[in-house]
């Protein structure tokens, strides 16, 4: 029988073992030479680099709509505080600094949460698809991603209206996994956060126009068996465009994915695997 590890012991250990990394985070973060982003502005910058927007309340296989409900709420209390914020040149975007702690006393409901292989739920839940949110709109643009975490390995839901490619989502936990992007250029952005009764919607604004754009796509796409268990695969590209000649100046791969499916496979388009061949 494999040995269980100190915090999967009791809920009083795993209380433990998640107050010692959060911990260990703010120690960590006050050594830190990062200059993390704080500083707010209501006037928007000129330039839009990318919008985009998702639905909040989705059809996650048999997950209980009140949760999509509550997570509603929860973003609805997080996204103020993201909105407006600058990220100045040489400055580091930190989700959990500016959100800050979950708790009921700050409003927050009982919403969806992901651990060890499984749904669950907590106070907070939901805060993955705003993170999911900015991750997708940085791509898109110059800065650096510095701290990113994701359900590696594992496809939890079927798709219902997708609009990005699988593979490019978020995984965090306040504070210890925590979504991180850093300003390289001498440029000023700003993420505007909101929602509204459908949807969460960003932008990403700049004070310059950027010399190049990016594009996401999607290849190799499919479900394999191997050994009985059903994977989704792709690779997941992203190309710099030169605005002025449209020429792609660079492609590079951000994720290749091979993850187990944790959902009903029985209509799904299915190739079968035999000695490691695709």
């Given at each position: 029988?494999?040995?269980?590890?100190?915090?999967?012991?009791?809920?009083?250990?795993?209380?433990?073992?998640?107050?010692?990394?959060?911990?260990?985070?703010?120690?960590?973060?006050?050594?830190?030479?990062?200059?993390?982003?704080s500083e707010k502005s209501s006037t928007k910058l000129p330039y839009v680099i990318y919008t985009h927007k998702s639905l909040i309340r989705?059809?996650?296989?048999?997950?209980?709509?009140?949760?999509?409900?509550n997570k509603a709420i929860n973003l609805s209390i997080a996204a103020p505080k993201v909105n407006n914020v600058l990220i100045k040149p040489n400055e580091t975007f930190s989700f959990w600094h500016l959100v800050g702690p979950l708790s009921a006393s700050l409003g927050y409901k009982e919403g969806l949460t992901v651990a060890n292989d499984s749904t669950s739920s907590g106070i907070g839940g939901g805060m993955c698809q705003f993170t999911n949110l900015i991750h997708w709109m940085i791509l898109h643009s110059p800065l650096i991603i510095t701290e990113h975490h994701h359900h590696d390995n594992l496809d939890l839901f079927p798709d219902f209206g997708r609009q990005v490619p699988f593979g490019t989502g978020t995984s965090i936990v306040y504070n210890y996994?925590?979504?991180?992007?850093?300003?390289?250029?001498p440029y000023i952005f700003q993420l505007i956060?909101?929602?509204?009764a459908r949807y969460l919607c960003g932008e990403l604004r700049c004070d310059h126009?950027?010399?190049?754009s990016y594009h996401i796509k999607c290849e190799d796409e499919f479900f394999s068996k191997e050994d009985g268990v059903v994977y989704r695969n792709n690779k997941v590209f992203r190309r710099t465009i030169d605005k002025v000649t449209g020429k792609t100046i660079k492609q590079e791969l951000i994720k290749a994915n091979h993850a187990?499916?944790?959902?009903?496979?029985t209509n799904l388009p299915i190739k079968k695997i035999i000695n490691g061949s695709r």
């Open positions: 029988m494999k040995r269980k590890l100190f915090c999967e012991i009791s809920p009083l250990t795993y209380k433990i073992s998640t107050q010692k990394e959060i911990l260990r985070r703010k120690i960590k973060d006050m050594l830190s030479t990062a200059n993390f982003s989705r059809k996650l296989g048999q997950v209980d709509q009140q949760l999509q409900e996994l925590d979504y991180r992007f850093y300003n390289p250029t956060t909101a929602t509204d126009q950027l010399p190049y187990r499916v944790l959902y009903d496979t």
